[in-house]
Structure formats: C-alpha cells, structure tokens
Nanobody, 123 residues
Framework: QVQLVESGGGSVQSGGSLRLSCAAS????????MGWFRQAPGKEREVFAV???????SYGDSVKGRFTITQDNAKITLYLQMNSLKPEDTAMYYC?????????????????WGQGTQVTVSS
C-alpha cells in the first residue's frame, strides 16, 4: 500500500502562484511514476504533470511553461510549483503514484492517489 497526502492548496488571484506538496509513504518501489492530476466540477480528470524515479518529467499543454513538478532527494515528497495561475486552473488537485517508471507520461494510469487539495483562482 502507498499513502499520499497533499497540501498547499488555497485561493489566489489570477497571475498568482501556489506550491503544492505531496508526502508519500508506504511501499514505494525504487522504480515508479508519480504525477498530479486535477478535476473540476463537470469536467474530466486531467493528468497534467508526471515525473519518474529518474527525474524525467512530462507536462500537458495546458500547464506547460507555467507549472513545474519536482521531487526531493529522498524521493518521498512530490512538489508542484504553479505560476501564472488562471481561473481555468481552478480544480481539486490530486497527487498520484504508480509502480514502475515505464510509460510514465500524462496518459499513464495510477495505482494510488491522495485525498486532494483545492485550488481556486479568481479573476
């Protein structure tokens, strides 16, 4: 089992920044894919940033150039730096984990995810 706990959400004005964190614990493989996805009411789930155990990253077009996914040296905490936030970024944000790094991209499915943290961007 893997447990994921997100933090750092909140409300900001358009153009502002937020940094999300995700603390991972449990049976973490040495090879993994982790990422962030979001879901707004009435919209489909969107995986928009992923990172594998080697540090390779991939982003969706909607956040490319604005969001940055990183992990700490111990690889048990995931971060998401969000800059130039827009109202359309408003959603519940979830951290996700999958065993094995292969096919670690934004179309990847994940085995575990956290409870989510709300991000609200006002115009």
């Amino acid at each position: 089992q893997v447990q994921l706990v997100e933090s750092g959400g909140g409300s900001v004005q358009s153009g502002g920044s937020l940094r999300l964190s995700c603390a991972a614990s449990g049976y973490i493989y040495s090879s993994y894919c982790m990422g962030w996805f979001r879901q707004a009411p009435g919209k489909e789930r969107e995986v928009f940033a992923v990172i594998d155990s080697d540090g390779s990253t991939s982003y969706g077009d909607s956040v490319k150039g604005r969001f940055t996914i990183t992990q700490d040296n111990a690889k048990i905490t995931l971060y998401l730096q969000m800059n130039s936030l827009k109202p359309e970024d408003t959603a519940m944000y979830y951290c996700a984990y999958g065993h094995w790094k292969w096919a670690c991209g934004i179309t990847r499915s994940f085995d575990y995810w956290g409870q989510g943290t709300q991000v609200t961007v006002s115009s």
